[in-house]
């Protein structure tokens, strides 16, 4: 007999911050394996396309995004949601949320429902606040300048910088505001002021945390990297999604971690290891995320993976 568990969903952003046993917030939703224990995974924002049984709770074997969509806590920019297991129903009707229509089922073993709503960081409209340090991205917007504010630096920025102006500054919005995507980095040993957009920051000493900005949601496919056919390179720094194409292994680069890997690491090599393509390759689309303290290699699909200790920025992979 198969037995199957629930999950629940929290709003927990975009961060990569570990649940306690088993988490796999590195993991895209679709590949995550259900546990007997909470997890979190990645959905990309905007699933409706998935089955998907009842109206919070919800079947077990309903689709993770899909579901969270319909629930209120994936956006179109999506994130991580947490999924917890809980007892099964009697019933289960369907209804219409969000842009989702769930379906009507009786009797199921396993259910999941969802606490919270999604945080603003990951929902636009919300005005923009102090940048949550700490998280890997961030999402807000700005309304139209008001002649306040302090920035220290020239992208990156500290980050007790306003936001909204430090975006003016960068050039992403003008006076009038708008939405901005923001990405934390890591802190520098010093932060140069300039003048720039009619804006003038300061300079500053060293800082333990800063952030940058993004020219869109960090879902969606920025245009330079938008030839999925071409064949992968080095990912490019700083960028959020990038696609490429591995051609037949096998494959011997040099990789470090266990996914998430270092960025530097070799991409199709760290595609293999993580499963996503075999010795026969094909398409991958890579996700950049904040770097870790330390990276542990594994031997996995073929590939042996190293250890690493801190590194700026990291990759996973998109297996949606």
Do not use: K
Request: hydrophobic fraction near 30%.
């Amino acid at each position: 007999m198969i037995t199957r568990n629930g999950f629940i969903f929290t709003a927990a952003g975009l961060g990569f911050a570990a649940l306690g046993q088993g988490a796999v917030a590195q993991e895209a939703c679709s590949t995550a394996p259900m546990q007997d224990y909470p997890f979190e995974c990645l959905c990309a924002g905007g699933d409706t396309g998935g089955a998907v049984w009842g109206s919070n709770p919800y079947t077990s074997d309903s689709d993770f995004c899909t579901a969270a969509t319909h629930a209120g806590v994936n956006g179109d920019m999506g994130g991580i949601v947490r999924i917890v297991p809980m007892d099964g129903q009697d019933s289960y009707p369907g209804s219409t949320a969000n842009g989702v229509t769930t379906r009507d089922w009786g009797s199921y073993g396993s259910s999941f429902t969802f606490a919270g709503t999604i945080d603003n960081d990951i929902a636009m409209g919300a005005e923009c606040g102090p940048y949550p340090v700490g998280q890997a991205e961030y999402s807000c917007t700005c309304p139209p300048f008001d002649g306040t504010g302090a920035v220290w630096g020239s992208d990156p920025y500290t980050a007790d910088s306003s936001i909204c102006l430090a975006a003016i500054h960068a050039g992403v919005i003008g006076g009038d505001g708008g939405d901005v995507w923001v990405r934390e980095v890591e802190g520098q040993d010093s932060y140069d002021g300039t003048f720039n957009n009619g804006v003038e920051t300061r300079s500053w000493g060293s800082y333990g945390a800063s952030f940058t900005f993004q020219p869109e949601s960090p879902f969606v496919l920025q245009a330079d990297n938008a030839a999925a056919e071409g064949a992968c390179s080095v990912f490019p720094s700083g960028a959020a999604i990038y696609s490429c194409t591995c051609g037949p292994g096998p494959y011997s680069g040099v990789v470090w971690g266990n996914g998430p890997y270092t960025s530097d690491s070799d991409l199709c090599t760290a595609a293999r290891h993580s499963g996503v393509i075999g010795d026969g390759g094909g398409l991958i689309t890579v996700l950049g995320m904040t770097g870790l303290d330390r990276y542990s290699g594994t031997s996995y699909n073929g590939v042996t993976t190293r250890d690493w200790d801190s590194y700026v920025e990291s990759i996973m992979f998109d297996r949606n």
